[in-house]
Antibody, heavy 116, light 110 residues
Framework: QVQLVESGGGAVQPGRSLRLSCAASGFTFSSLALHWVRQTPGAGLEWVARISNDGFNKYYAESVKGRLTISRDNSKKMLYLQIDDLRVEDTAVYYC?????????WGQGTLVTVSS | QSALTQPASVSGSPGQSITISCTGTGSDVGAYDYVSWYQQHPGKAPKLMISDVSKRPSGVSNRFSGSKSGNTASLTISGLQAEDEADYYCTSYTRRSTYVFGIGTKVTVL
């Protein structure tokens, strides 16, 4: 079955960097665009970034552009999100997702807490 | 990109129908038929209920239906059941090739 498993979250100080990972299985990884979506504790969902199936095209929410970098390794079936210059407002659960009407799957999320 | 506008809360009694609105602009909701609706229970990942304005994924109850008029999309839940109590989010593709979510609506079954 389809599985998306995020990792790499944790407690970090403002200004530091973090790389989140998402391990995928159960589908043809290299054929699908993938997304990161985050959710601040107790608040709503925010779409963060998308990467094309071949990794060449990347799109970001305006609120994170310049600090977040999405990437993928199709040979390893891995999706990544690099977050630089972490801010308190980056505190959230980060989900990886196929985010696609005919094939919509989500991971369980990984929590990033930014605090001094 | 501002979040799509949804009512903060909607409530109804079991068996009733409720409708949740999702208002955007001509650059997102009004521009494409790429509006989806997600249901989220506490502590769980979102679950897709409606895609492409009105398509219901396999396994989703036919009590859930979607529509759109202009810059406003809607999700209707008919025959409201206790298990429908959750948060609901709309999302739309935008002219910038990005996506935007609504602020979310808490559905309460009285």
């Amino acid at each position: 079955q389809v599985q998306l498993v995020e990792s790499g979250g944790g407690a970090v100080q403002p200004g530091r960097s973090l790389r989140l990972s998402c391990a995928a299985s159960g589908f043809t990884f290299s054929s699908l665009a993938l997304h990161w979506v985050r959710q601040t504790p107790g608040a709503g969902l925010e779409w963060v970034a998308r990467i094309s199936n071949d990794g060449f095209n990347k799109y970001y929410a305006e609120s994170v552009k310049g600090r977040l970098t999405i990437s993928r390794d199709n040979s390893k079936k891995m999706l990544y999100l690099q977050i630089d210059d972490l801010r308190v407002e980056d505190t959230a659960v980060y989900y990886c997702s196929t985010f696609r009407g005919d094939f919509d799957h989500w991971g369980q999320g990984t929590l990033v807490t930014v605090s001094s | 990109q501002s979040a799509l506008t949804q009512p903060a809360s909607v409530s109804g009694s079991p068996g009733q129908s409720i409708t949740i609105s999702c208002t955007g602009t001509g650059s997102d909701v009004g521009a494409y038929d790429y509006v989806s609706w997600y249901q989220q229970h506490p502590g769980k990942a979102p679950k897709l209920m409606i895609s492409d304005v009105s398509k219901r994924p396999s396994g989703v109850s036919n009590r859930f239906s979607g529509s759109k008029s202009g810059n406003t999309a809607s999700l209707t839940i008919s025959g409201l059941q206790a298990e429908d109590e959750a948060d609901y989010y709309c999302t739309s593709y935008t002219r910038r090739s990005t996506y935007v979510f609504g602020i979310g609506t808490k559905v309460t079954v009285l």
